[in-house]
């Protein structure tokens, strides 16, 4: 499942081919993703400039000069593509934005757990998928007073604590992993024993882990069109994802990297780094 930093990349990846054009059309493959799809999406939005795009946690908003906000999530499986206006389809192309300067815009989703909404500007903080979501991590409110006053009351694993979108927006099963890692924080514990010191090393940890991928994220950004047409997705540097029993290298602490399930999801952490 795409997280922020795969996010944040498809929005910087969007910015030059989407911002100061036109939508012409939207061709809909289909009525809905996870839910229905906005009926009127085409008529609203078509022969509209787009002037800006964002992300907030895991969403993507896309803004036009007539004050309309899409908000799309990409799900388990979404895809974002850029092609040529009228390119052969694919399987599971759902969602076909054609742009006036010859290209075109595509949500693929084999999964269909993807998400999209058509709003006035106005209502954005208020929807539904985005007012309830906690701070950015890599933004001043995500600060050590709120996280620890968050923790404080909470008695389920800091993973999981984590992983809840409403603590801090943005964070999946993978940089959950990695920040716990990085910041030598057992995924196990209980979230109201995280200490003052814990609570500062794993903030560091989460910006420290999540501006690497982002940057990784940018120098895989490459010109889409003429390439796959694929956006967001990078190979990623981890030191603990995925690894169940290989050697931990990074901490030299000469044991394996343990699988455990937590709430039906993998983690993977050092049980000698992590306490
Ligand atoms: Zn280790």
Known sequence: MPELPEVETIVRGLRNHLVGFTINFVDLQRKDLRFPIPKTLNKSISGKKIINIHRRGKYIAI??????????????????????????????????????????IVFNDPRRFGMIDLINNNNFANHKWISSLGPEPLESAFTQSYVADYLSSKKSSIKSVLLNQKFVAGLGNIYVCESLFLAGIAPTRVANTINDNNIKNLIFSIRKVLKKAIKLGGCSIRDYVQASGEMGYFQQKLNVYGKSGKKCYTCNCSSSIKKITQNGRSTFFCSKKQR
């Open 63 to 104: 803004s036009n000069e007539a004050n309309q906000t899409i908000i799309l999530h990409l799900g388990m499986s979404g895809r974002i593509k850029i092609r040529k206006i009228n390119s052969k389809k694919d399987k599971h192309d759902h969602i076909i934005i054609k742009l006036n300067n010859n290209n075109e």
